[in-house]
């Protein structure tokens, strides 16, 4: 399927970084770029720097000889496996202008505001894993639109009337929630079994290597994302969350980041987000990984709360709510609830994300809605 971020990437641009966490379909989308761009040019290589030739070539060199016989753009896969990437990429962009390089890596990656050789040259772009609507998408073949957060709240009541008009989505929610988040659903195998495995290279490679972590102290890292799935989503008391997994207040804050940037949770904060704070609470990032990593039942509520902040967090400045569950764009807050609060749908500014209905009034919106915004 066509993925929106393939028409909001600038294509034009000599040197471009997709990041994303892993099995998120990566690969597939810059296949799928080079695929509809270039059909079966040679002008256009795909490369994945895990292949053993780069042990003893480099990017630059290859790179050269590739521009030299005629070739254009050149995609460079996992490029964080090999070291000193961000180097050559740059010598590569001062010294060759006639190739365009398109590289993807892990969203543990340092990029435009950590990475000196890159800052000013690279346009970076985020894959996130599925939308609902994307979704629906693939499990029914119709099309849907997406939708800007200010469409939804004031046309809702028209959007779903065309949606259900062509499809039930209150059929698919509960199957997204459990599975459609991570595009390797499509691949027939254990899904569960497929994101844990997905889960544990994150931990053992992208956080580890990327952020230098010792191999001895992963457990303790494992044992702090097991501590954050059981309660998410919680306030988090650093004191004791570092005597359970046996580490310094501040590793456990640098691991928390880490976990966040790994695409594993998401930190909520009180205001303009401030890695030096502690977060007002902490979320897995997203359903499917509640019920790969909780045990017992899962709170609907809990789980409606993950998806909500997870569909919204990509595309909208959200944070903690004084008075409802998030505030979103500093201007509306939301309830994300099972049961119609009518009262509070009659103040403008607070919103109500209600699960099981079909289609809202006024200031009661399905919850599922909100996830067409990509």
Known sequence: ??????????WTHRLIGIKGTRGIGKTNFILDFAKSHYGFSKSCLYVNLNNLYFTEHTITEFADEFRKTGGKTLIL??????PGWSEELRYCYDHFEDLQIIFSGSTVMRLREENPHLRGIVHSYKL???SFREFLELKTGQSFQSYTLDELLENHEEITKKIVAKVRPLAYFNDYLKFGYYPFYLDNSNYSES??????????IDISFLRQIELKYLPRLRKLLFTVAQSAPFQPNVSKLSSDVGTSRATVMNY?????????????????EDMQKKPAKVYLHNPNLMYALMRGNIEKNVLHKTFFYNQLGCCTDIVSSDFADFLVNNEKHFFVCEKQQTNLSENKNFIIA???????????IPLWLFGFLY
């Open 128 to 130: 996130e894993g599925f």
């Open 195 to 204: 994101l844990m495995k997905s889960i544990n290279f994150i931990l053992e």
């Open 1 to 10: 399927m066509r993925r929106k971020l393939m028409d909001e990437i600038d």
């Open 256 to 272: 928390l980041y880490y976990l966040r940037q790994a695409r594993l949770i998401k930190l909520l904060y009180d205001g303009k």
């Open 354 to 364: 209600k699960d099981m209905i079909e289609t809202g009034s006024r200031g009661v």
């Open 77 to 82: 896969d996992q490029v964080y496996k090999y």
